[in-house]
């Protein structure tokens, strides 16, 4: 199994709303990320969470809020939202590394993302 | 830091023919990897093919493979007898094999036509 699952596919929400987006992975990775994409753009990352720690913070606004309840699951809590930040969001996983050396893997396995608009 | 740079903001390519799409990227470490993401219009980001800096053997998979000329910095990828499925957004990657911060960099992209 080399999927990574995200819920919903697309999702349309009011600046006042709160949602959550899913992302499940079964590959065993401890590492998991989040990007957000805009159209024609390349993904632009956002969160890394490794052994459900959270790793790096590109300096997101507090609006999005991540969460990893454990090594497969990854959310990401939406509150508040502006409309520019409609985008496609990405989840990813990968094989982690518990310091400076060399990963064995290093590729990351992408989900099909959430195509998100904020009315 | 580093960049990676692609020039081809787009390409075209007939069908069954081969087509060669270009990146060149900015590091001062010697040791790390280099992908190529797919990115058709189902939106999924796959991966195509990996190239780790130590091996100086070009990686191939199937109709894909890339010239990586590790001191001119360049990783190209070589799409052999092009098919419709093949048409997508292209993304050339870096990743640090000693950083634990898993960042991915990614250039801008190019975005390849497949002509019947």
């Known amino acids: 199994d080399t999927e990574v699952t995200q819920t919903p596919k697309h999702l349309v929400m009011g600046m006042t709303n709160k949602k959550s987006l899913k992302c499940e992975q079964h590959m065993g990775h401890r590492a998991m990320y989040w990007y957000k994409q805009k159209a024609k753009k390349p993904p632009e990352l956002m969160f890394v969470?490794?052994?459900?720690?959270?790793?790096i913070n590109e300096s997101v606004p507090s609006r999005f809020s991540p969460e990893c309840p454990n090594s497969s699951l990854l959310n990401l809590h939406l509150h508040a939202l502006q409309p520019e930040d409609s985008a496609l969001y990405l989840c990813?996983?990968?094989?982690?590394?518990?310091?400076?050396?060399?990963?064995?893997?290093?590729?990351?396995?992408f989900g099909q993302g959430t195509r998100l608009t904020v009315v | 830091a580093q960049t990676v740079t692609q020039s081809q903001p787009e390409m075209s390519v007939q069908e069954a023919e081969t087509v060669t799409l270009s990146c060149t990227y900015d590091t001062s470490e010697s040791d790390y990897y280099l992908f190529w993401y797919k990115q058709p219009p189902s939106r999924q980001m796959i991966l195509v093919i990996r190239q780790e800096a130590y091996k100086q053997q070009n990686a191939t998979e199937n109709r894909f493979s890339v010239n990586f000329q590790k001191a001119a910095k360049s990783f190209s990828l070589k799409i052999s007898d092009s098919q419709l499925g093949d048409a997508a957004m292209y993304f050339c990657a870096y990743r640090s094999a000693w950083s634990s911060n898993y960042k991915l960099t990614f250039g801008k992209g190019t975005l390849l036509t497949v002509n019947p």
């Open positions: 969470y490794s052994y459900e720690k959270l790793s």
């Open positions: 990813a996983s990968s094989q982690g590394a518990t310091g400076p050396r060399r990963p064995m893997n290093t590729e990351a396995f």
